[in-house]
């Protein structure tokens, strides 16, 4: 939490500093300040819930997607022929599909 004064206190100093506070409605401001660590909060709360949720979902198909310069993605970690689990390569991404558990 006062993490989060610390980060309202440098931006209103900075809108102060340069002039541009007087731009925003106080009341959206004080909003703002009020509204976002409990939104930050339940936020933090539901995530476990949600992620919970949609890992356990059927059907969901995982994706990842690895970048890397063109010499890495091209081969394996080892540096012995292409990279395993892969569907394509190319020299600027490279698409894994996780398996379907």
Not at 32 to 41: E, G, K, R, Y
Not at 58 to 74: C, D, M, P, T
Request: proline share 8%; no cysteine.
């Amino acid at each position: 939490m006062s993490s989060w004064f610390v980060v309202v206190a440098l931006l209103l100093l900075i809108g102060w500093a340069t002039r541009t506070l007087g731009s925003f409605d106080p009341r959206v401001v004080l909003a703002w300040v009020l509204a976002t660590p409990v939104a930050l909060f339940a936020a933090r709360a539901l995530m476990p819930v949600v992620l919970v949720r949609l890992l356990a979902a059927e059907g969901v198909q995982r994706i990842a997607v690895i970048a890397a310069k063109a010499s890495l993605a091209a081969s394996s970690p080892n540096g012995s022929g292409p990279p395993r689990f892969s569907e394509s390569v190319s020299p600027a991404f490279s698409t894994i599909a996780a398996p379907n558990a």
